[in-house]
């Protein structure tokens, strides 16, 4: 796609093939300088003529479609039959009270999914991206959709490219195109113009929307926004709004598949026995289709879904903005977390405690003027490389507030603290930092000399240093000098710093390896707190169940330290394994693998290690959660089963292959996503045991009623009432729980174990089994009163099994919990659906057209007591249960802390 040309004395553009023209004329073409970009000005009058920066929304399924939704689906079609039966029968009332509620149920279902929808996509536009623009000779982070043609941007590895880009300058840049292209392997840039045909994966010197830039840096002008882009021609990526179904919406969906059947069989085996025992055929007909309505859940998908999205929310909260909603589900069951140290469990703040120079030590904060002359040159070095190797710029002298690496932006604040000005040098060339080589260098033209100023980690910089600095001159940099600052980078790095090593070197020309010839010039020590929260949230970790591992590319000594700091483990129980010293591949004995999988620090260790730990652990049959922040971490984010970026200082690559962002970049938010995880799958299931309890009473009242040969105790739309109405909103309310505070008081859900194990279909037959037992005993009573009418009974056991379907609620509630202070006693949303469904009942008895097609009549003070007091049975047993269940959990919730301890 060709880019647009800014018209004469307009705003309009015209078609333009900016990869075939050269820079010149491009720079002309949009009226810009790189050295100052556009102005404050001419960037809103763009703006308002060209638009925001972004593709058209995903086509979203309009109101009335997702309300025509409800319909199609095997519940609906029942009703469908029960309705033309009531018709064909010449039942209108009937007819028209069934439309009614199939109208109901369809409106339940429009509301709890659009209120999902929404949710989702107001979480994800939570997820803005920002780009690092030049105007006005100033560098500012704006958010991407505010990018207009002409803007001058700034590239960096981990940057997602936000517009169509001209290159401007480069140095080394990569960027994987294969979002466009298909190839997988990183495209190399460069600012030569290509031929006018040359296809999208040869225009070498354009930048694509949608990409991500995976090595080096570069500037470059905006050419095309929003769906004038390579990324926004191509409809169908711009179009497609396929609906996520979860692994939980999916096994919902396969558990209402197989209730289906189990309708398929009540349906005649009801009809049959009632038929068999002189009841009306049509009747039973009616029942039967009513009770197989009654056995299928058709909303359990739906209000999956809307758990999620609450949980979402919840998370978003807590600055953990989830991306995917299937990672919610998974949060519950994460055994492991691979933590990194810088921003996570640290603060990400980080000072320069230590210029430490051959012939001086300094703290920022001591003036230049209070060394010797003969220790001048050591600074001017180190002045030269901390001022120019750099991509930071403080924008607040004072604070030391500034855009780019927190590191870098320290450095520079330093710099100026020590009263070492930033030298005028014109930079030629940067060599971006590298993970293999651990080192970054950028190449400047000082009057008649090209300068390399060179930083990194000590032990590469020592390593490639061949001579040190002391005072004016250079002196051989020997084994023996080696190892004494390799002694000092120990003790520096033991109290928990980071060390960075500075080095330089004189260059012919800006084409000559950087790293060759060092003179070593010092050590830069930086401390970054640890979070106050970190210690307390290890312990939460630790009590549920779960192993935090730390893997940083910082040395061992400064891991073990923060390690320790941060309470990860005692330091007798630290164990540190560097990079150099283990292989994933070349593992051949059962001791070398568990000696890996023992350690909980992992120091030096590049992104190839890091993927095949977590492919060790996930091999191991742990559920594996990784933190990561840069573009080498995005494969190791992608391979995790829940991976978490950093939204403060992580790169958008990273941010793009993670399923979790933390906005804030603290590890108490994950361990706060993990409990938000277990709280969902406990809600989900605590929604499905309440719903089939109560759908399992309905079933066994008319099945056993019927069988026993008593009249019919619930009439069909009594079934449909209390199935499609009044146990729809306490069942959503359990979806909206809190959850117990004691959830990471135990260990990981086994991510294989079913939805509904032998636990909650046992606790579902005992609870139908209650309430089914208390309806008919008390319908036996209403039967016996020869001088009520017939509608008495069906009224008594109707109303005795709703409100025994309300209480039913409060049995939801976990073994451990409290009687009256619980999960849900404390939701509103319970309190609010209880008030709701009471009305709903009361107002269906003392309503005479609704009583009227209900079948219901009007109990007397004394026949309510009883129907009240019969109603809480159900809920007593149910207590005295629970209370004897926690008795004997308590006595084996020890050993199981203990056995899932690590």
């Known amino acids: 796609m060709d880019g647009r040309r800014l018209q004469q004395g307009t705003n309009e553009f015209e078609r333009i093939p900016f990869h075939a023209t050269d820079l010149p004329e491009v720079l002309s073409e949009f009226r810009v300088q790189p050295s100052s970009g556009l102005s404050e000005a001419e960037a809103e009058q763009r703006l308002r003529a060209f638009g925001p920066n972004v593709l058209e929304a995903q086509r979203r399924r309009p109101d009335w479609a997702i309300f025509l939704g409800q319909f199609r689906n095997t519940l609906t079609l029942l009703l469908v039959a029960a309705t033309a039966l009531s018709y064909g029968l010449g039942d209108i009332a009937e007819g028209t009270a069934i439309l009614a509620v199939i109208l109901v149920n369809a409106t339940i279902g429009f509301v709890a999914e659009r209120k999902a929808i929404d949710s989702i996509e107001a979480l994800r536009r939570l997820g803005a991206v920002t780009a690092r623009v030049r105007r006005g000779g100033a560098t500012r982070l704006l958010p991407a959709e505010q990018l207009v043609p002409?803007?001058?941007?700034?590239?960096?590895?981990?940057?997602?490219?936000?517009?169509?880009?001209?290159?401007?300058?480069?140095?080394?840049?990569?960027?994987?195109?294969?979002?466009?292209?298909?190839?997988?392997?990183?495209?190399?840039?460069?600012?030569?113009?290509?031929?006018?045909?040359?296809?999208?994966?040869?225009?070498?010197?354009?930048?694509?929307?949608?990409?991500?830039?995976?090595?080096?840096?570069?500037?470059?002008?905006?050419?095309?926004?929003?769906?004038?882009?390579?990324?926004?021609?191509?409809?169908?990526?711009?179009?497609?709004?396929?609906?996520?179904?979860?692994?939980?919406?999916?096994r919902l969906s396969q558990m209402s598949g197989q209730l289906l059947w189990v309708a398929l069989v009540i349906m005649p085996v009801i009809f049959g026995i009632g038929v068999f025992g002189g009841k009306d055929v049509f009747l039973m007909l009616k029942t039967g289709i009513a009770l197989a309505i009654a056995a299928i859940p058709e909303g359990l998908p739906i209000v999956a879904t809307l758990a999620l999205a609450q949980g979402m929310w919840r998370l978003a909260r807590r600055h953990a903005l989830v991306r995917r909603l299937s990672a919610v589900e998974t949060l519950g069951s994460v055994t492991v977390i691979f933590a990194d140290k810088t921003g996570t469990l640290t603060e990400n703040r980080m000072t320069v405690t230590d210029l430490v120079l051959p012939s001086i030590q300094l703290e920022p904060g001591e003036k230049k003027e209070t060394v010797q002359y003969s220790e001048a040159a050591e600074l001017d070095s180190a002045a030269r490389i901390l001022n120019l190797c750099t991509n930071a710029e403080l924008t607040d002298q004072e604070t030391g507030a500034g855009i780019g690496d927190p590191m870098e932006v320290a450095l520079l604040h330093a710099a100026r603290r020590l009263h070492m000005e930033a030298p005028q040098s014109a930079r030629i060339r940067e060599e971006a930092f590298d993970p293999r080589t651990r080192m970054m260098a950028t190449f400047h033209q000082h009057k008649d000399q090209m300068q390399v100023s060179v930083k990194g980690a000590p032990e590469a910089v020592l390593l490639k240093a061949e001579k040190i600095r002391i005072g004016n001159e250079e002196?051989?940099?020997?084994?023996?000098?080696?190892?004494?600052?390799?002694?000092?980078?120990?003790?520096?790095?033991?109290?928990?710093?980071?060390?960075?090593?500075?080095?330089?070197?004189?260059?012919?020309?800006?084409?000559?390896?950087?790293y060759q010839g060092l003179v070593f010039i010092g050590l830069v020590a930086l401390w970054d707190p640890p979070r106050d929260d970190a210690r307390p949230v290890m312990e939460l970790a630790r009590h549920a169940g779960i192993k935090v591992i730390m893997a940083t590319g910082d040395n061992a000594d400064t891991a073990a330290s923060i390690a320790q700091s941060v309470g990860l483990a005692n330091a007798a129980d630290i164990q540190v394994l560097e990079g150099k010293e283990f292989s994933i591949e070349e593992i051949n004995s059962d001791l070398e693998k568990k000696r890996i999988l023992d350690a909980n620090v992992f120091a030096r260790v590049d992104p190839k290690q890091k993927l095949d730990l977590i492919a060790l652990y996930q091999q191991a049959g742990e559920i594996v959660a990784m933190t990561g922040d840069g573009v080498n971490d995005a494969p190791a984010l992608k391979k995790a089963d829940i991976g978490v970026a950093m939204g403060l200082r992580g790169t958008e690559v990273a941010r793009e292959a993670a399923d979790v962002v933390l906005k804030d970049d603290a590890f108490g938010s994950i361990i706060a996503?993990?409990?938000?995880?277990?709280?969902?799958?406990?809600?989900?299931?605590?929604?499905?045991?309440?719903?089939?309890?109560?759908?399992?009473?309905?079933?066994?009242?008319?099945?056993?009623?019927?069988?026993?040969?008593?009249p019919l105790p619930l009439m069909p739309l009594q079934i449909l009432f209390l199935n499609l109405v009044t146990d729809v909103f306490p069942a959503l309310a359990l979806g909206l729980c809190e959850g117990e505070a004691n959830v990471l008081d135990r260990p990981p859900r086994d991510p294989a174990e079913p939805l509904m194990g032998q636990q909650q279909w046992t606790a579902v037959g005992l609870y139908g089994a209650l309430i089914s037992f208390s309806v008919l005993g008390v319908f036996y009573w209403a039967v016996l009163q020869t001088d009520m009418p017939p509608e008495f009974a069906v009224t008594v056991a109707f109303l005795t099994l709703a409100f025994a379907q309300l209480w039913h609620v409060f049995n939801m509630r976990a073994k451990r919990s409290t009687l009256l202070t619980n999960q849900v006693t404390l939701n509103p949303y319970v309190w609010g659906a209880l008030v709701l469904c009471t009305i709903l009942i009361i107002g269906a008895v003392y309503t005479p057209p609704v009583a009227a097609v209900l079948n219901l009549t009007s109990p007397s003070v004394d026949t309510w007591v009883l129907i009240i007091g019969v109603s809480f049975t159900p809920l007593l047993i149910g207590q005295i249960y629970k209370l004897l269940s926690a008795l004997r959990v308590s006595r084996d919730y020890e050993s199981i802390i203990h056995n899932a301890s690590r």
């Open 475 to 514: 002196k051989p940099f020997t084994k023996e000098v080696r190892q004494s600052w390799e002694a000092r980078v120990h003790s520096l790095a033991s109290t928990g710093k980071r060390i960075i090593a500075l080095a330089e070197r004189r260059a012919s020309s800006a084409d000559e390896q950087p």
């Open 673 to 710: 996503a993990i409990r938000q995880g277990r709280v969902i799958f406990s809600n989900i299931r605590k929604f499905i045991v309440y719903l089939m309890s109560c759908n399992v009473a309905e079933v066994c009242v008319v099945a056993i009623g019927t069988a026993s040969g008593l």
């Open 150 to 250: 002409g803007d001058l941007v700034m590239l960096e590895a981990g940057d997602v490219v936000s517009a169509d880009l001209r290159l401007v300058t480069t140095s080394g840049l990569e960027c994987d195109e294969s979002l466009l292209t298909g190839e997988s392997v990183p495209v190399t840039k460069s600012i030569e113009a290509t031929s006018p045909d040359a296809q999208i994966s040869d225009r070498s010197c354009l930048a694509f929307k949608g990409t991500s830039v995976t090595g080096g840096v570069a500037e470059a002008i905006v050419v095309a926004t929003g769906t004038e882009t390579e990324l926004g021609s191509i409809a169908e990526l711009v179009e497609r709004a396929d609906a996520e179904r979860t692994p939980l919406e999916q």
